[in-house]
């Protein structure tokens, strides 16, 4: 009974906090995804990301995962990949990097409020996941290619 | 609603635009939604039931040897194990029997900030067309080792 007390309150909060970052979040991305302050926002962002692999149109939803949260970033992930047809490589990059570090602002704030050190879990921790991102990225690249010299002798 | 109908009227070329980006908005939003609530909401029973079952106490006896490994009183692996299994505000709460050094406290949360609530956030890798699993075990992995190069540079300094 007391697990089905806290699944039903722990999902109504889920379902609604969900519900509501979402919607308005799709809504807004609908309106300004055009705009030239949008563009260039993602456009720098695609810069800085650039070099680990990301294309420009896969820089849009990681930036929303890695200031936002994964739930979110990944809601615009599913919506993207079907949109623009992202391919498994630029999919798989995504992960691996949002699997390191995403919702940077909420996450953060709630372990630095308890004591923890904003310079490890904030710089150290962007910088792993770069780090993690280069290296499975290229690790996954070199497979792919043995695979498929392996294919054809 | 009815005020977006209202902006079609007032400016035609302009509030139409409005009113389909809106639309296409909240279509793609609840779709959106609903994809992720069908993954999301079995995952979160399932690990409530795991942590009811007493997991958290099997894999944290598994996890006490490497916390020390990593910098972390063994004790530390409660927390730890809790945020993997439901996430970060269990990781705080199992954290406050605990007296951890700031040093630790830091090593904790830069561990479970790497790895946290798995199996919610690993429907959410499995909808986008990776294995949840697959990332679950990096993720886990990676945050251990993360902990530990970062007490091994906290060393140096």
Redesign the interface.
Known sequence: MDLLREFATGSWSLLWKMFAIVVPMMVLLELFEGSRAYRGMVRGWSRIVGWLGFSEQTAAPTLIGFLFGLVYGGGIIVRDAKRHDLGRRQVFLMALFLSMVHAMIEDSLILIAVGASAFWIVVFRTGWAAAVTLALGMAATAWVRWRRRKGRG | MALDRGDAKAAPSEGSR?RR??L???R???A??W???KL??PA??AA??LQ?VGAVEVLAKVAAPVMRVIGLPGEAAVPLVFGWILN??AV?GA?QPLTLS?RE??????A???SHNLI??GA??H????SGVA?GI??VI?GLA?AG??NQL?GLF
Request: proline share 2%; glycine share 6%.
């Open positions: 409005l980006d809106v296409a908005g909240l793609i939003g609840c959106t939604f994809d992720l609530a999301m909401i979160y029973l409530l039931v009811r970060l505000y705080i954290m700031p406290i830091t090593l904790l949360a830069l479970a900030l790497i919610v956030e959410v890798i909808r986008t067309g990776m990332f990096l993720r990676a993360a190069i970062a906290m």
